[in-house]
C-alpha cells in the first residue's frame, strides 16, 4: 500500500483543509481590494480573495447595484470610483457607512490585495 493510499487521498486530489471562517465576507474582501486600488484587474482581485473571477464579477455587480461602487470605462481597463459615504447594508451595522469600514481595514501606506 502506499503512503498516499494509506491517508485516504485519490491522485490529483489536494487534501482537504478544514474549514475556515473570516469577520468579513467575500464582498467585504472585494471591497477592500478595489478601495486599495481602484483600477487593479477583476482578475488580481479573483487571486487575492480566493474565488473565481466570474464570482468577482457578480460581486462587483452587486456593489454597483447597491450605489458603493461606480465603474467606469477606460480604454480596455475599468477604473472604480467607490462612494464610501454609503451605509453599511446590515441593520446591525447601518449606522456605519463603507468609509468606517475602510478605514478600520486598510492602511494607505501599503497595498492589501496581493495573491500570496
Given at each position: ?24 465576507s467575500n464582498h467585504g474582501h472585494v ?11 477583476l482578475r488580481d482581485v479573483a487571486l ?69
Amino acid at each position: 500500500m502506499t503512503a498516499r493510499a494509506a491517508e485516504g487521498r485519490r491522485p490529483g486530489v489536494a487534501p482537504a483543509r478544514p474549514r475556515q471562517w473570516t469577520f468579513l465576507s467575500n464582498h467585504g474582501h472585494v471591497l477592500v481590494c478595489i478601495a486599495g486600488d481602484p483600477a487593479l484587474r477583476l482578475r488580481d482581485v479573483a487571486l487575492a480573495v480566493g474565488i473565481t473571477e466570474r464570482a468577482v464579477q457578480k460581486i462587483v455587480a452587486d456593489l454597483e447595484a447597491a450605489g458603493i461602487v461606480e465603474r467606469r470605462r477606460d480604454g480596455r481597463r475599468n477604473h472604480y470610483r467607490l462612494h464610501a459615504e454609503r451605509p453599511l447594508r446590515h441593520p446591525v451595522e447601518a449606522h456605519r457607512t463603507v468609509a468606517n469600514l475602510l478605514a478600520m481595514v486598510l492602511e494607505r501606506s501599503e497595498p492589501r490585495c496581493r495573491a500570496d
